[in-house]
């Protein structure tokens, strides 16, 4: 019993130090450059995409779902000529209709459904790079569409596949602009003068779970040769 005492009072120190260091860390720019970095939006093709590939994320009608799609219209109206894949795994009972939706939602927004190829064999971002590499030839040029955080794993596992030109569209939220948020006048009662300590630590301390959890994704897939 005294054992169990010691290990638990050891782990909530080490839990209450982490929670700690994360805390602090988001309170400085840390998490920010740390989610930009994973997104590599500095690497950008030279010329027009042969391929969009849109990462599923959660399907249909999940928020990170519609983000990548609504990025992945805009990139298909700039690469007229492309072909535009729908990543996701089929529906437990072997169905496509997830895939179907995200479909119908790039017709809306104005995509001939003959430039949308559904990718439903893939269950993780490694085999859905081997499968995407199944339908097009190495050479073709890519333009990856997922979120942030988990566009360096998706570029390099389709490297690793054998694609040689690859380029990154982070699906980047875009917040509301903070002087447009605060109360400008000059009431006394006045709640919201700066915006930085109560949506900035919150936004940071989301990246860092991001982040974190990306990096376990990402030495996983280093591990396992996968990138």
């Known amino acids: 019993m005294g054992l169990i005492l010691k290990v ?10 982490i929670a700690s260091a994360l805390i602090l860390l988001a309170f400085t720019d840390v998490p920010y450059f740390a989610y930009h970095a994973l997104s590599l939006n500095h690497q950008q093709l030279d010329g027009k995409a042969d391929v969009i590939v849109v990462m599923g994320g ?4 999940s928020p990170n779902g519609l983000l990548r799609l609504y990025y992945g219209s805009e990139a298909a109206i700039e690469n007229p000529n492309a072909k535009v894949v729908i990543a996701l795994p089929r529906n437990k009972d072997g169905s496509i209709e997830q895939l179907e939706l995200m479909g119908d939602e790039l017709a809306l927004k104005g995509i001939d459904r003959n430039r949308i190829i559904y990718e439903p064999n893939g269950f993780n971002t490694r ?14 040029k890519l333009l990856i569409v997922s979120s942030p955080e988990h566009l360096y794993r998706a570029i390099r596992s389709f490297e690793k596949v054998g694609f040689k030109e690859i380029g990154s569209l982070p699906t980047f939220e875009k917040p509301s602009d903070e002087e447009e948020l605060k109360d400008k006048t000059d009431k006394e009662e006045t709640r919201v003068r700066n915006l930085s300590l109560r949506y900035n630590l ?9 982040v974190l959890r990306e990096y376990f994704a990402i030495s996983y897939y280093w591990v396992k040769g996968w990138i």
């Open 202 to 210: 919150w936004s940071y301390l989301q990246y860092e779970i991001k």
């Open 58 to 61: 959660d399907g249909m009608p």
């Open 127 to 140: 085999s859905q790079a081997l499968e995407v590499r199944k339908l097009f030839e190495a050479e073709k």
């Open 8 to 17: 638990l009072k050891h782990l909530f120190i080490t839990i209450g130090i």
